[in-house]
């Protein structure tokens, strides 16, 4: 199992402020995901990056990939409450035969 | 329609029971998974089938059993509950079986509480 540490766990800022993610590990992944899961739902898919050092920006919400595919970044920008929820980072194996959960990040934007 | 549907939604049970969670999805897709949550959010695989064909089969207990008919449905059968089997368990497919690119669509899961 390949672990992937997510911090902070818990998140509660304002709406308005901005706010970054991490997602680490010590192995190196195929690919990287972001999930959001909303409670009682199942995790929705945000975006995949595939190449080490890659941005992708979805709205206010910016996803970066680390140059040795260790490790991620979200960062959101002028947070709203509906960007509320859990969010998962998740890595697919080097054999791309697996993909692990990050611990997740319990965030909540507070009107 | 939803896309991956799985019951019930909530189960309740005593310990020592045998329960059935059903999942189905309609976007043909080829490979099918069984996720468990546990309190503290963390997302584990348990099994993933593709093309009816076992794949993964993590350490999960022999008392847990899937079962895919098809390639639409991966039911998992869970024989002597135990008070740790509680947790939400999810089911998701995606397209092909994990690529670099592919993308899960996960069930809204079902809570399973053994008491």
């Known amino acids: 199992t390949q672990l992937l540490e997510q911090s902070p766990q818990f998140l509660s800022i304002q709406e308005g402020e901005n706010l970054t993610v991490y997602c680490n590990s010590s192995?190196?992944?195929?690919?990287l995901q972001w999930y959001r899961q909303e409670p009682g739902e199942g995790p929705v898919l945000l975006v995949t990056v595939v190449t080490g050092g890659e941005v992708k920006k979805l709205k206010r919400l910016t996803f970066q990939f680390g140059d040795a595919r260790k490790d991620s970044s979200l960062h959101i920008t002028a947070a709203q409450p509906g960007d509320t929820g859990l969010y998962l980072c998740?890595?697919?194996?080097?054999?791309?035969?697996?993909?692990?959960f990050g611990t997740g990040t319990r965030l909540t934007v507070i009107p | 329609d939803t896309a991956v549907s799985q019951t019930p939604k909530y189960l309740v049970t005593q310990m020592g029971n045998d329960k059935s969670i059903k999942c189905e999805q309609n976007?043909?897709?080829?490979?099918m998974y069984w996720y468990k949550q546990d309190s503290k959010k963390f997302l584990k695989i348990m099994f993933s089938?593709?093309?009816?064909?076992?794949?993964i089969n993590e350490t999960v207990p022999n008392r847990f059993s899937p079962k895919s008919p098809d390639k639409a449905h991966l039911n998992l059968h869970i024989n002597s509950l135990e008070l740790g089997d509680s947790a939400v368990y999810f089911c998701a497919s995606s397209q092909r079986y994990f690529g670099r690119r592919e993308k899960l669509f996960f069930g809204s899961g079902t809570q399973l509480s053994v008491l």
């Open positions: 976007l043909g897709h080829d490979t």
């Open positions: 089938y593709n093309n009816k064909e076992l794949i």
């Open positions: 192995s190196v992944f195929s690919s």
């Open positions: 998740a890595g697919a194996g080097a054999g791309a035969n697996n993909l692990f």
